[in-house]
Nanobody
Framework: VQLQASGGGLVQSGGSLRLSCEAS????????MGWFRQAPGKEREFVGR????????GYGDFVKGRFTISRNNAKNAVYLQMNNLKPEDTTVYYC?????????????????WGQGTQVTVSS
């Protein structure tokens, strides 16, 4: 499956953005989906994950209720709603697919990765 993230941009601290991840090539119904982020020179960081049906989600500790992952399998897309953004959220965000069951947050459990989208939060 090919993935393409979009929706990034420049926003003020406290603002919101909604990232989209559109899939092509295969349906995402078969995959758990995740969002990660990575700043230059740093390790990839787990943002959140949603299971195949969309019924179960999990988030990184830093999210603290600010972000919500959802999916629309009919549209072959996954979304990341980010509220109350902070300057430290500034980085590139990636979506990825996984066949690994359970609540994994390891980037190595995700096989296909899309091109990222830049999020910049100004103070």
């Amino acid at each position: 499956v090919q993935l393409q993230a979009s929706g990034g941009g420049l926003v003020q601290s406290g603002g919101s953005l909604r990232l989209s991840c559109e899939a092509s090539g295969r349906t995402i119904r078969s995959y758990h989906m995740g969002w990660f982020r990575q700043a230059p020179g740093k390790e990839r960081e787990f943002v959140g994950r949603i299971n195949r049906s969309g019924a179960v989600t999990g988030y990184g500790d830093f999210v603290k209720g600010r972000f919500t992952i959802s999916r629309n399998n009919a549209k072959n897309a996954v979304y990341l709603q980010m509220n109350n953004l902070k300057p430290e959220d500034t980085t590139v965000y990636y979506c990825a697919s996984s066949n690994v069951a359970g609540h994994t947050s390891r980037s190595t459990d995700f096989g296909s990765w899309g091109q990222g989208t830049q999020v910049t939060v100004s103070s």
